[in-house]
């Protein structure tokens, strides 16, 4: 049974940087695609990082240079590296594991078998 955890959220100031982390078990990050994503209330999930098994990445436009994902595959963890935090990227933030290499930004919302519950993320202005 995989679990994932997200940690690391919290309230910063624009501008400022955060660093979410996702521990998963039950699963080994060498053959899963995992990503990022957020959710704004009222709003549906949007992928917003993505990494493959071979550690490929892929990003939504609003993160592209600003976020970097990672992940630590001898610690089954998975992070995401946030900086120069704006208003706009206030939002709860999940970690997402699927069991097919290969997904991106495009398709892991549907290959997504498993989900945190989520890590608070508040940029204030």
């Known amino acids: 049974q995989v679990q994932l955890v997200e940690s690391g959220g919290g309230s910063v100031q624009t501008g400022g940087s955060l660093t979410l982390s996702c521990a998963a078990s039950?699963?080994?990050?060498?053959?899963?695609?995992m990503g990022w994503f957020h959710q704004v209330t009222g709003r549906g999930r949007e992928a917003v990082a993505t990494?493959?098994?071979?550690?490929?990445?892929t990003y939504a436009d609003s993160v592209k240079g600003r976020f970097t994902i990672s992940k630590d595959n001898a610690k089954n963890t998975l992070y995401l590296q946030m900086n120069r935090l704006k208003p706009e990227d206030t939002a709860m933030y999940y970690c997402?594991?699927?069991?097919?290499?290969?997904?991106?930004?495009?398709?892991?919302?549907?290959?997504?078998?498993?989900w945190g519950k989520g890590t608070l993320v508040t940029i204030s202005s």
């Open positions: 997402a594991s699927a069991p097919i290499r290969g997904l991106t930004i495009g398709t892991m919302a549907r290959g997504a078998a498993d």
């Open positions: 990494i493959d098994s071979d550690g490929t990445t």
């Open positions: 039950g699963l080994n990050s060498k053959y899963y695609s």
